[in-house]
């Protein structure tokens, strides 16, 4: 495929840039088929879909006489793109040259977990191609998707990803996906100074969760970082060997949790399950060792185009669309707090509901996108990078949600069972990035291997604290 060469080099734009930092970010999506790969399906599929259309999936990023870095457009040989792998991989990631019959399922996903997480720390994208790659792994089923971030952010990635795929049970039919929904301020007749008020009121809070927000994520980008733990990242760490392991939760568990707490949702459930989760974890690396209510700090990404969710693929690639193609994201500061084991399973659920609120009721995403995109635009992408780099060493994890197709779907002709995502390694010690797919919603817990040595067992917390939030949740129904 073969894409026009009468372009003059577009600048990268100060978002783009963030991603160039001391180390690239790439984003790897991790599909798994139900039936072997037939490649000559998927470079046709390639070849005929939206993605090579797209200037960013067929430039190469190039730096003119001053340094600046530009998008040139190119060709591209879809066979430098496609890497097939034909030999099955054992759990440490190596190549298995003598096969010995089936595997279990667990050893197959712990291969491919530990192919994606080699892939993170020693195997950077090349340069002199576009900035995107498939690796297929034949005796797996699977394909792994890379894809430099300064591409875009993951609303554009899995839209473009839905693009290309069709529903299994209609093969004419894009996937249907579900759009975040936000809080709408209603008034009644009859009510119009209670309305009034309701909107000074709704508007006051804003305004003070803005700047109190604003203000402690400056405080934690410069000066305050969180108390040291077993599992504290920091300075370098984006370098160490990694792990990655996968938790596994039900959308109709995470469902149940919700009616628990009215007006929940799952970003909510998810919370309050990282939380419960991660002080399981301390207690069994440092049973008694940590204080009562000691702050952890997650780093989460927040889409902020217009429209939220998933987007239609046309309307990102409008110039002038409000949905706007690339990365259109702010970060906001979740904290979570250890708790000693035997607390109600519940009080993490309402936490995090009140902290989210909050989150949800403020412009810190907003903030957070602008002051990056000034520092940028003044200082360059050389100190915007430093600031961002200086956030994630304050902080202890980086999490997001992504929310999946509503029912199964296939690409290039083979049914995927499985969708998962996750990003190249930061300083942080432990990155969750979760998708839903299929009623599954699972987990991609990334972490550095010399920090966390037993992530399986992390797994098995967060997997452990959704379930007992269900019980705890259930007994509030039958109390009722």
Not at 338 to 366: C, F, M, R
Request: glycine share 6%; charged share 25%; aromatic share 8%.
């Amino acid at each position: 495929m073969a894409c026009p060469e009468t372009f003059s080099d577009e600048p990268l734009t100060p978002a783009g840039g963030f991603f160039f930092s001391r180390k690239h970010i790439v984003i790897h999506c991790t599909l798994r088929g139900k039936n072997p790969a037939d490649i000559d399906a998927i470079k046709s599929a390639i070849k005929s879909s939206l993605m090579v259309q797209h200037p960013r999936f067929c430039s190469l990023l190039v730096h003119d006489k001053k340094g600046f870095e530009h998008w040139r457009r190119t060709q591209i040989d879809i066979d430098r793109h496609v890497i097939v792998i034909n030999n099955r991989l054992d759990k440490s990631g190596d190549f298995v040259f003598e096969y010995q019959g089936s595997t279990a399922e667990e050893d197959d996903e712990a291969a491919v977990n530990q192919y994606v997480a080699d892939l993170t720390v020693s195997c950077p994208l090349s340069m002199d191609k576009p900035l995107w790659e498939l690796h297929v792994l034949m005796a797996h089923k699977c394909a792994v998707f890379r894809i430099h971030h300064a591409l875009g952010d993951g609303i554009s990635l899995m839209s473009m990803l839905m693009a290309s795929c069709r529903r299994t049970d209609d093969a004419d039919a894009l996937p249907r996906m579900v759009p975040d929904k936000r809080p709408e301020i209603k008034g009644g007749k009859g009510r119009e100074w209670f309305w009034l008020f309701g909107v000074l009121w709704w508007f006051l809070k804003m305004v003070l969760f803005t700047l109190a927000f604003s203000m402690e994520f400056v405080l934690k980008t410069f000066l305050f970082s969180d108390e040291k733990t077993v599992i504290t990242g920091g300075d370098g760490v984006e370098l160490w060997p990694r792990k990655l392991v996968t938790a596994k939760f039900l959308l109709d568990d995470m469902k149940a949790v919700k009616r628990a707490v009215p007006n929940t949702t799952i970003n909510d459930v998810l919370l309050g399950v990282v939380s419960s989760g991660l002080s399981r974890y301390l207690d069994h690396r440092t049973p008694n060792g940590l204080r009562e209510g000691l702050r952890m700090t997650g780093v989460a990404m927040v889409n902020i185009r217009a429209q939220p969710g998933l987007q239609d693929l046309s309307k990102l690639m409008k110039n002038k669309s409000e949905a706007r193609w690339g990365n259109k994201f702010g970060a906001i500061l979740l904290p979570v707090y250890y708790h000693k084991s035997g607390n109600d399973p519940l009080e993490y659920l309402k936490s995090a509901k009140a902290t989210v609120d909050k989150k949800k009721h403020s412009l810190e995403a907003i903030f957070s996108y602008w002051i990056g995109s000034l520092v940028m635009s003044l200082l360059g992408s050389k100190y915007a990078c430093m600031l961002n780099y200086k956030l994630l060493c304050n902080t202890t994890f980086t999490i997001s949600n992504i929310v999946g197709p509503l029912e199964e779907i296939s690409l290039a002709g083979n049914p995927l069972s499985s969708i998962k995502v996750n990003t190249s390694s930061l300083p942080q010690a432990i990155t969750m990035h979760m998708l839903s797919y299929g009623g599954k919603a699972e987990m991609q817990i990334l972490v550095a291997e010399d920090i966390i040595p037993d992530p399986q067992f992390l797994a098995k917390c967060l997997e452990d604290a959704l379930l007992e939030m269900k019980q705890a949740a259930l007994r509030t129904y039958n109390s009722l």
